[in-house]
């Protein structure tokens, strides 16, 4: 394999094929957007977040404040959540845990809205979600059906299947949004993708010469 062929596989993957929306409080983005994304062909997966809130370690007062979100996906195995008994308890990553002052996934958080989860399993975070870190989700059950009102996102994560599926998916992800206030919602690339795949794939005949 040629070092130009090795930089394109390495750009192929997931965290540069990575779109992120992000949602302002009452821009209407919910999860029945997942269930809209869920028939695209070009998509791999995708998984939402609600507003974070803050939360501490529930057995040291006063202790480091690590941001919490619900989550939401229609394939929570792909981030090691099993099955309906994660729903509404708290799962951290090795970065949270740490925060919070646990040497296990074990205890519990308080949150400053005063609500208490268990913290039952560790988060194995893939690299297109390091940017959420440090990151305890609580996951909620999200439902396959894109007609009902969904609860509310505040952060979309959304994986094309190739790089070069990511302009094509882009460039109609805010028709499959179903939002009332584009205005409010921002999408973003993983990095310069792009750019950085037209840098690298140039013409053999120009690699040739180098």
């Known amino acids: 394999m040629g070092i130009q062929q090795a930089v394109v596989n390495t750009l192929d993957d997931a965290g540069t094929r990575t779109i992120i929306v992000r949602a302002d409080a009452g821009a209407g983005?919910?999860?029945?957007?997942?269930?809209?994304?869920?028939?695209?062909s070009s998509?791999?997966?995708a998984v939402g977040f609600g507003d974070p809130v803050d939360a501490t370690n529930s057995y040291l007062p006063g202790g480091t404040r690590v941001a919490a979100h619900t989550f939401y996906s229609l394939s929570p195995a792909q981030?090691?959540?099993?099955?309906?008994?994660?729903?509404?308890?708290?799962?951290?990553?090795?970065?949270?845990?740490?925060?919070?002052?646990?040497?296990?996934p074990s205890g519990s958080i308080s949150t400053v809205d005063g609500l208490e989860y268990p913290v039952t399993a560790q988060l194995d975070v893939p690299d297109h979600l390091a940017f959420m870190e440090p990151l305890i989700v609580i996951p909620r059950e999200?439902?396959?059906d894109e007609?009902?009102?969904?609860e509310p996102l505040t952060v979309l994560v959304v994986v094309?299947?190739?790089a070069s599926e990511v302009p094509q998916l882009t460039a109609v992800l805010?028709?499959?949004?179903?939002?009332?206030?584009?205005?409010?919602?921002s999408i973003e690339l993983s990095g310069d993708l792009i750019e950085l795949r037209e840098l690298v794939v140039v013409p053999s005949e120009v690699v040739n010469t180098i």
């Open 29 to 40: 983005l919910d999860d029945s957007v997942l269930a809209r994304l869920h028939r695209l």
């Open 43 to 45: 998509v791999a997966t």
């Open 79 to 104: 981030l090691g959540i099993q099955g309906t008994d994660s729903v509404d308890n708290a799962i951290a990553s090795p970065e949270a845990l740490e925060e919070l002052g646990m040497a296990e």
């Open 142 to 144: 999200s439902s396959p």
């Open 147 to 150: 007609s009902q009102q969904g």
């Open 160 to 162: 094309a299947n190739q």
């Open 174 to 185: 805010r028709s499959v949004l179903g939002v009332s206030d584009p205005e409010s919602v």
